[in-house]
């Protein structure tokens, strides 16, 4: 077994494995570039990055990488079953509050829908001025990305950690804390064989534990899902603290996870 961490994705990136012919190094090195070809297409902080380009392209058709692509189908098929509770046009009202960069889009709503997005082929654009922002789910692709470079590379186990964003394969039980909304780390066990992500909503935005949840009615506390891939994790802590607490963990179970709060 042998473990690496890297500065990735907004945070540090943990890649551990074992491969039964020795070749941890090349095959952990090898998904350390999976996650960094994910953030260049990906992030809204890049400016030559896919998202940038079309966020920028004033309703015109981009070119798109493939994975952005699928990444993006993803967003809207999530955002059509949530009844738009995950919503991938957010980018404005956190670039109005300085969370993201102005990369200098001009004018631009604040937030629209995930219906704005038109893909035909490999080409995207916007039906409205708005700002896609696919930063919580793009680093649960990219932590996908990165277990398929390792499983194709003969690793028979491991994990990535993107600060919070973990998937496990193979036969090794991965030990899971769970940071609540006062920054109390609780240990719920271990996971096996899924990914895990967390979204945690305060009543005042703590410099030390910085995150951004958007949603009329959001409710304190800390989400964590539990699914078969990480993108889906990420995706469904979004939409798991905008659910009426009562029917929050049905419809969570409904979107393929598993809700866990703490």
């Known amino acids: 077994m042998l473990k690496r961490m890297r500065p990735y994705l907004g945070t540090y990136v943990e890649i551990g494995a074992h491969c039964a012919l020795g070749n941890e190094v090349n095959a952990i090195d090898a998904a350390f570039m999976a996650i960094q070809e994910i953030h260049n297409l990906m992030s809204f902080h890049q400016i030559e990055s896919d998202i940038s380009r079309l966020n920028m392209a004033k309703g015109n058709w981009v070119e798109i990488d493939k ?5 993006l189908k993803f967003a809207k098929t999530i955002s059509r079953f949530s009844d738009g509770l995950f919503n991938p046009t957010i980018g404005g009202e956190l670039v109005e509050v300085g969370i993201l960069p102005n990369h200098g889009f001009g004018n631009y709503s604040n937030i629209s829908d995930a219906n704005i997005i038109e893909i035909n082929g490999n080409q995207v654009r916007l039906l409205a001025p ?39 394969f193979g036969n090794h039980i991965f030990p899971i804390s769970i940071r609540n909304e006062k920054g109390r780390d609780i240990e719920i066990g271990g996971i096996q064989n899924c990914a895990i992500a967390t979204s945690v909503v305060r009543k005042k935005h703590n410099q030390n534990f910085p995150s951004w949840i958007i949603g009329k009615n959001k409710r304190q506390g800390s989400y964590s899902i539990m699914a078969s891939s990480a993108w889906r994790a990420d995706a469904l ?3 798991a603290c905008n659910f009426n607490k009562n029917i929050a963990s049905e419809k969570i179970t409904q979107l393929g996870g598993h809700l866990i709060e703490v």
Request: charged share 25%; proline share 0%.
């Open 130 to 168: 708005a700002l896609i922002c696919l930063d919580g789910i793009a680093k649960g692709f990219a932590v996908d990305y990165a277990i398929k470079c390792l499983k194709s590379l003969g690793c028979e186990y491991g994990w990535v950690n993107a600060g919070g964003d973990i998937r496990v």
């Open 67 to 71: 994975k952005t692509k699928a990444c």
């Open 237 to 239: 802590t979004k939409i």
